[in-house]
Nanobody
């Protein structure tokens, strides 16, 4: 099983980025997908998650109204559209897969993790 996140980069405050997470080697539709981020000196924090069917989504308060999570089960892809980026959004962003989907906002319940993609927002 492999998760590969991409789409990070260096942008200015107010810009947008779209992160992608491609999954290999597992039945993608059986897993809830989450995005987490980690900044230097800080613990990994929840950003957003989506259940297997896409019927339920969750967002951290800090990104509500700015970020949108989505998935395409036919393509084995999950996405995180990030708008109105702020310098405090700077972090390494990780995608993760959770088969149970019971606690999709909590990192320790996720089964598989990608390698992370760096997002840097400059003011």
């Amino acid at each position: 099983v492999q998760l590969q996140a991409s789409g990070g980069g260096l942008v200015l405050a107010g810009d947008s980025l779209k992160l992608s997470c491609e999954i290999f080697g597992m039945p993608f539709g059986r897993y809830a997908m989450g995005w987490f981020r980690q900044s230097p000196g800080k613990e990994r924090e929840f950003v957003s998650a989506i259940t297997q069917s896409g019927a339920r989504t969750e967002y951290a308060d800090s990104v509500k109204g700015r970020f949108t999570i989505s998935r395409d089960n036919a393509k084995n892809m999950a996405y995180l559209q990030m708008n109105s980026l702020k310098p405090e959004d700077t972090a390494v962003y990780y995608c993760a897969a959770d088969q149970s989907a019971e606690f999709i906002t909590i990192a320790r319940y996720y089964d598989y993790w990608g390698q992370g993609t760096l997002v840097t927002v400059s003011s």
